[in-house]
């Protein structure tokens, strides 16, 4: 709700992946500017985050997510905002425990837990194993999958002494991916149900301490290529363990969820 000129907002994070979440249901905030939205993602003179999440009214579902970069672009999803705004439409009031999300990339199933959320995602697309891109005159192997947003997976063995700023951001760059550029994920295969995964995210251009949409391609990938048998136990960057399950098809993938913490760490009010 708007306070004058002040917007109330929610600090949240999934497995360290940090958002400004806002209950839009006025459909009041100023989604067309971009500078007001990089602002308040900047760590230094807004609240900072990973990106901004708004709860809005739905004809479709119990409401309707809009997740914008902080750079100021609207993406059609984000796995752990996803989770975050399930918990917080829940504690407003806004939607049951059980309840349909609408986004831009389709319908998600939402389950607000205890102690986490579980997501059932849209059916995955573009689905490509062992392609090969040219990166200062060496060969990578990678394989691709959309999970609401575009990912490129390449598999590692040195995940912990990887510059994943440089090499990411040279791969998101790549003209194999323009105009619009992908996420990069880079996934170490631990177990026959564990992964460990970093990302490089566009719109952040940075690594982040999770990406639930990255930790869901990695799975899917690896599943893909018989190296790991679901439910699949995923290791961010921040540490926490999510848990993605799915069903192989000869087309693809079905069922998918992604299941992990949602956690509230401060709310306030803000100058729009």
């Not at 901004?52 to 100021?72: C, E, V, W, Y």
């Not at 880079?186 to 690594?207: D, K, P, Q």
Request: proline share 5%; glycine share 8%; with cysteine.
């Amino acid at each position: 709700m708007l306070i004058g000129m002040k917007q109330l907002f929610w600090k949240m994070h999934g497995a360290g992946n940090d958002f400004i979440l806002m209950d839009d249901r006025s459909a009041l905030f100023p989604c067309a500017d971009a500078a007001l939205i990089r602002r308040l993602c900047d760590r230094h003179a807004g609240i900072g985050s990973e990106g901004l999440l708004l709860i809005q009214p739905s004809t479709r579902a119990n409401i309707r997510m809009r997740f914008f970069n902080p750079d100021g672009v609207e993406a059609g999803m984000c796995g752990n905002g996803a989770r975050c705004i399930a918990r917080l439409a829940h504690d407003l009031g806004a939607a049951p425990s059980s309840m349909h999300i609408e986004t831009a990339t389709g319908l998600l199933k939402a389950d607000v837990l205890p102690d986490a959320v579980r997501l059932q995602l849209p059916a995955p697309t573009d689905c490509r194993c062992h392609q090969t891109l040219t990166l200062d005159n060496q060969a990578i192997r990678y394989h691709t999958v959309h999970t609401g947003v575009p990912h490129a997976v390449v598999e590692t063995q040195t995940l912990d002494s990887l510059d994943i700023r440089a090499i990411g951001a040279a791969i998101r760059h790549h003209p194999a991916f323009a105009p619009k550029g992908t996420n990069v994920d880079f996934m170490a295969i631990t177990g026959a149900h564990a992964l460990r995964v970093r990302t490089y995210e566009r719109g952040v251009e940075a690594e982040t301490p999770a990406c639930g949409t990255g930790i869901t391609a990695c799975a899917l990938i690896a599943g893909k290529l018989d190296r790991v048998i679901p439910p699949v136990h995923v290791t961010c960057k921040h540490g926490d363990i999510l848990e993605v399950n799915y069903r192989l098809t000869s087309d693809g993938f079905e069922t998918v969820t992604l299941l992990g913490p949602a956690a509230y760490v401060f709310d306030g009010a803000v100058e729009i």
